[in-house]
């Protein structure tokens, strides 16, 4: 497992080797990346990169030079690199940042941070939340409470990605919701809370 501030640092250098020599991130070399690149970083480590991050053009021939970044992948990546120091971001600052951080192209959107962060519409000004999957617990009790305890009301749509990981066979995640949270509507959306108040 590489290190996540590590691998930020390849991925960046893969994305300004891709802008300075006026590639674009879904078609250039990955031999010439790897070789302009192994004198900052091991090549296993640029390979791995590149292969977690993006994919070879030639279907029918995996070993094929021509390499694309996978734009959601990479989008999701810079997101987590600008929200991981914080544990709140001004919106709109967050997306003007975000935007700015991707390699040129790419388009960011707000469903690209499935699982790694929230929006919090209440406050004034909006924020975004950085609150990873991968940091909550595998049991699904206290998973829910984690949930619970960072926002008070969820829709089907935002709780979706920090359940989804935990859904079995006939345990889906709306399944999963209904035993352990109840429902309201406001305003026409359906919301999730607490299954029983906070003693």
């Known amino acids: 497992m590489v290190d996540f501030d590590y691998l930020a640092r390849v991925i960046s ?18 031999l010439e990346t790897l070789a302009t690149l192994e004198e900052l970083y091991p090549v296993e480590i640029i390979d791995h990169a ?11 021939n995996p070993h094929s030079d021509i390499w694309q970044l996978d734009e959601e992948k990479v989008c999701k990546f810079f997101a987590e690199m600008l929200l991981r120091p914080t544990t709140k971001f001004n919106l709109e600052e967050f997306l003007t940042a975000w935007k700015d951080s991707v390699p040129e192209g790419m ?12 929006l919090e519409s209440e406050t004034q000004p909006a924020v975004i939340r950085y ?22 009301r969820w829709s089907l749509e935002e709780i979706t990605p920090y359940i989804e990981p935990l859904t079995v066979g006939k345990l889906t995640v709306s399944v999963l919701v209904m035993k352990h949270a109840r429902s309201f509507s406001s305003s026409g959306v359906k919301y999730f809370t607490r299954k029983y108040m906070k003693q």
């Open 107 to 118: 388009m960011t959107q707000l469903t690209q941070l499935r699982g790694i962060a929230f």
């Open 13 to 30: 250098s893969i994305s300004a080797l891709i802008e300075e020599n006026s590639w674009h991130f879904g078609s250039f070399s990955r």
């Open 50 to 60: 590149l292969q977690s991050y993006g994919y070879s053009l030639g279907p029918a």
């Open 131 to 152: 609150f990873p999957v991968q940091n909550l617990s595998e049991d699904i009790k206290v998973r829910f409470e984690e949930l619970f305890e960072a926002k008070d």
